[in-house]
């Protein structure tokens, strides 16, 4: 564009920055082209501002609900897993219970088995029948 000067093409007197500023001017006052460009970059610019904005307040929302939702699923396997422990100490006490009552009924098998072996010593009844018999020939 016209408007656009370098650094080094701008003079350092008064008089010739204020020729470049009256060219930049339109003729009504306003602001010149360029200033125009600029401020309607800087309005675009705000917009796209405001719009990622809005878009990170979205995603930050959205994070906030996945980890609402990561933590209801955390809750909820954390009650499982007390329930399972519970049941499984509850399992463990059972057949604790089981096995000492095993152990018992071994015992009291032993005793009678015993006594029942040491009934049919005393008896006559269950005395040693086996007495050899005759051998019959074929």
Do not use: W
């Amino acid at each position: 564009m016209s408007g656009d000067c370098e650094l080094e093409d701008v003079p350092l007197d008064e008089n010739a920055a204020s020729h470049v500023l009256s060219r930049d001017q339109q003729s009504d006052g306003g602001l010149s082209v360029e200033d125009e460009q600029m401020v309607s970059d800087l309005k675009t610019g705000d917009e796209q501002l405001e719009q990622k904005r809005e878009e990170r307040a979205t995603d930050t929302l959205q994070v906030l609900e996945g980890s609402v939702s990561e933590a209801e699923e955390k809750a909820q396997l954390i009650s499982q897993i007390l329930e399972l422990q519970s049941t499984l100490e509850d399992l463990s006490r059972r057949v604790e219970g089981v096995t000492e009552e095993n152990m018992k009924f071994k015992s009291e098998n032993q005793v009678l088995a015993q006594y029942i072996e040491n009934l049919m010593a005393s008896s006559s009844t269950f005395q040693n029948t086996s007495k050899q018999r005759p051998k019959e020939s074929s």
